[in-house]
């Protein structure tokens, strides 16, 4: 698999996402998000994922603004919260997003959690804004089998994505097989256990063998198993440390281990 920064995966309505994105869940907003972001494009990530809830999309787009990159080489999330959740309040809640940050159009948005009762209006809204060109492709996150389901039913537009927690402590086998299925592309968050399993001695055994980290080790399995994936740092040597993946494979029986250590980690929750 030769791979790079530069490399995407063509989603089902044909639009390229990157296949390493940079997560900016839990950075601070203001300079230090602005900062993250500006040093991640400058490394070379060409994707980046926000939320409304993260409270950093304006400093996101100020990093956008800043670099030296153009805009449509840079590839970027943003999600519609739970409150903000049903047909009218979806499509105000994205002209908010897209107001922070500053963008003429977003290139990925995601419901960012299932809402009860909400999933087949919500969903609509999103076909609004894809039919709108306001964005280049939609999806969800954090939708089980159940969920995707009741929208597949609801609508003729399939999600791009599903964003999920995934990791080899949470090896959601299923969900990736049913999304590879129905070719809907999954997305890894917390793709390196939030650091809670980074000291886990299968890993740190891989690492010594491959000359990596446990984090790196962990960004390649989640490529090596077709996922998108978005580690998130605060700290500029690991968000370097977290692309470095491409002079790396793991090899079969290595990737045997790694895939029989789910435990249903669901990191997302332990804060
Ligand atoms: P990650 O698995 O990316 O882990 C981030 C944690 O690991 C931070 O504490 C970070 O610390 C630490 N870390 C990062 N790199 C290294 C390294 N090389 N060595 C050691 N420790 C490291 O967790 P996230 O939950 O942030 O997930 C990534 C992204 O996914 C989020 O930022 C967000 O964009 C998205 N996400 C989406 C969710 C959803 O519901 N859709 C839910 C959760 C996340 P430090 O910052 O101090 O370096």
Known sequence: MTL????????????????????????????????????????GYKHIDTAKIYGNESDVGKAIEESDQRREDIFVTTKVWNSDQGYDSTLKAFEGSLKRLGLSYVDLYLIHW??????????????QLLKNDKVRAIGVSNYSVNELNETLQSSDITPAINQ???????????????CKNKSIQLEAYSPLTRGKRLKHPNLL?????????????????????????????????RILENSQVFDLNIDQSDTSVLDSLNENLRTVFLD
């Open 4 to 43: 790079s920064l530069n490399s995407t995966v063509r989603l089902n309505n044909g639009i390229q996402i990157p296949r390493i994105g940079f997560g900016v869940y839990q950075i601070p907003a203001g300079k230090v998000t602005t900062n993250a972001v500006k040093y991640a494009l400058k490394v």
């Open 114 to 127: 299932p809402v009860e009762k909400k999933i087949t209006e919500t969903w609509k809204a999103m076909t």
């Open 164 to 178: 999920v927690g995934f990791h080899p402590f949470l090896y959601q086998k299923e969900l990736l097989e049913f």
């Open 205 to 237: 055994e891989m690492a010594r063998k491959y000359n990596k980290t446990p984090a790196q080790i962990l960004v390649r399995w989640s490529l090596q198993h077709d996922l998108v994936v978005i580690p998130k740092s605060s700290h500029e040597e």
